[in-house]
């Protein structure tokens, strides 16, 4: 790809005069520049090993020093917004389908789809700069996922709503507010590792895929996924107590898992916890940071614990630091 019509393609503006007036390939990964690449600069310190590496041209949002006049040195207004149009502009020579789906349809496509079986469904990262290492695979009729329909409107602009239909579940139990069992036409689902507030989107994803997954997977779902823990509150077996914890760092998702508990855990002491700062008059308890939270839950009455502003594996760290009763000698 010719340097000038990069330079076109994202208004940018070149600094030096190099000899190298073409690029093979686009990185934002210092580490995975070879020789004849574009890298784009998101780190001023990355910039050494691109060239080391052999980056033919660099662009960056910062006036900075040229190092090596022999390549191209290419500034811009922002990084964020060139990722997006040098994106736009090698997708708008495929034909695809382009999907933009919620959080969860989203995390149930990265854990439930198969790289070999799925080859053609593309899960476009939210760090839409790591987007670049897929670009190379990218094949005539392949499907786009993104989880935000704004960035994909940016990219691809022809594009549709993932999570648009309505199932009719039959045989539904619901074993517990995170295991539940359904059948669907033909199928039956027995004790997923799912609460069923998101048999919905499940199914979504499960039926593209053509039910071909692989669905002891669901264990790595982490929305209303319970971490158990033991009266010192350290993380114990699943079901070994009935005390535990649930983490959610989605704002999106807050209000409606909470009302999901209420209603359907609504005889259970459930404990609301955040670390952001809260309204005196609300029902969340307050705590400086997650480091309080053994000392607090230890003297506290409680069969489940809601923590907002944390996600899954952070609280899994914090309950599996080992809290020890101290001795009486």
């Known amino acids: 790809m010719q340097i000038s019509s990069i330079i ?5 503006r070149l600094l030096n005069h190099p000899s190298i007036s073409f690029i093979y390939s686009i990185k934002t990964n210092p580490r995975k ?13 990355d910039i050494h090993t691109a060239i080391k590496n052999g980056a033919f041209a660099l662009i960056t949002q910062k ?3 040229i190092t090596d006049d022999e390549i191209a040195w290419i500034y811009v207004d922002s990084v964020n917004e060139t990722i997006k149009k040098l994106i736009r502009y090698l997708l708008s020579n495929k034909r695809l389908t382009a999907f933009y789906c919620n959080d969860i349809s989203y995390e149930l496509f990265k854990i439930l789809k198969k790289p070999t079986v799925h080859s053609n469904i593309k899960i476009v990262p939210k760090e839409l700069s790591k987007f670049f290492k897929f670009l190379d695979d990218l094949e005539e009729n392949d499907t786009l996922i993104c989880s935000d329909q704004r960035v994909l409107d940016d990219i691809y602009p022809v594009n549709f709503d993932f999570n648009t239909k309505k199932y009719e579940i039959h045989n539904l139990i619901e074993h517990s507010i995170f295991e539940t069992t359904f059948s669907f036409k033909e199928r039956y689902f027995s004790k ?25 997977k669901l ?16 993380h114990t077996d699943y079901g070994k107590t009935d005390k535990f914890l649930i983490a959610q760092n989605n704002k999106e ?22 670390t952001e700062e809260i309204d005196d008059d609300s029902e969340y308890i307050h705590l ?5 939270l053994k000392s607090f839950l230890k003297k506290a009455s409680f069969n489940a614990v809601y923590f907002m502003g944390v996600d899954y594996d952070e609280l899994y760290e914090q309950v599996s630091k080992q809290s020890i009763e101290p001795s009486l000698i």
Do not use: Q
């Open 8 to 12: 076109d393609i994202i208004d940018g």
């Open 33 to 45: 520049v070879k020789e004849g690449d574009l890298f784009i600069v998101e780190h001023e310190e």
């Open 63 to 65: 006036n900075i020093n």
């Open 192 to 216: 997923l590792k799912l609460s069923s507030l998101y048999i919905t989107e499940f199914l979504d994803v499960y039926s593209f895929l053509g039910f071909n997954c692989d669905l002891n």
């Open 219 to 234: 264990k790595k779902f982490n929305y209303l996924k319970p971490i158990f823990v033991d009266k010192l509150i350290n």
């Open 253 to 274: 998702l807050i209000s409606k898992e909470i009302n999901y508990l209420k209603t359907k855990y609504k005889y259970a002491r459930i404990i609301y916890l955040t």
């Open 288 to 292: 400086s940071s997650l480091d309080e």
